[in-house]
């Protein structure tokens, strides 16, 4: 009896609690929450002119903003998800495509870098390789905790900044 009460009561803790960390796991709110990026502005997502979607679907994080004219999709994926190894020891893979916000057009003489501040404030910072198009970088997510991403892209005399946070669990 002793038994059946104590799996009873741990089966419902387990509903109860599950649910809500899974929603803290995925807070894309674009919000600090406290968390400084040091040397960077706080990841200010209230400007005019920007649209944001933030989802995380099958291990694949993507983030959607718009600025300049421009549409960026973002999408954070790990390494091992995609089968692959880095010998840098790098374990997450970022990538942007680009097109026009009129009609869609793709962008693909774009050229930019990403900077990503970790919880504990340390900096990476990779320029970005143009794959026909798509540009993309790696970096190494070692901690748990929520990550700032900045893009600075520059396409002709545009020159958008583009910021949001990941969530590595």
């Not at 009460?5 to 609690?17: P, Q, Y």
């Not at 803290?24 to 968390?35: A, E, F, W």
Request: aromatic letters at 6%; glycine letters at 12%; hydrophobic letters at 35%.
């Amino acid at each position: 009896m002793k038994k059946r009460t104590i799996l009873i009561l741990a089966v419902i803790f387990a509903l109860l609690t599950v649910p809500a960390m899974a929603m803290q796991g995925h807070d894309s709110s674009g919000t600090s929450d406290g968390h400084d990026m040091k040397s960077t502005d706080n990841m200010d997502h209230g400007s005019q002119g920007t649209q944001m979607d933030q989802s995380s679907m099958g291990g694949t994080f993507k983030h959607h903003d718009m600025k300049d004219g421009m549409n960026a999709d973002f999408q954070v994926m790990s390494l091992a998800s995609m089968n692959m190894a880095s010998d840098k020891g790098e374990t997450h893979h970022i990538m942007v495509n680009l097109s026009q916000a009129d009609g869609g057009a793709p962008i693909k003489d774009a050229v930019g870098k990403i900077k990503v501040v970790g919880p504990d404030g340390k900096e990476q910072i990779s320029s970005l390789k143009n794959y026909n198009g798509i540009l993309a970088g790696n970096f190494t997510f070692k901690e748990p905790g929520k990550y700032g991403v900045i893009c600075l892209l520059k396409n002709g005399d545009k020159k958008p900044v583009f910021k949001f946070w990941y969530h590595h669990m």
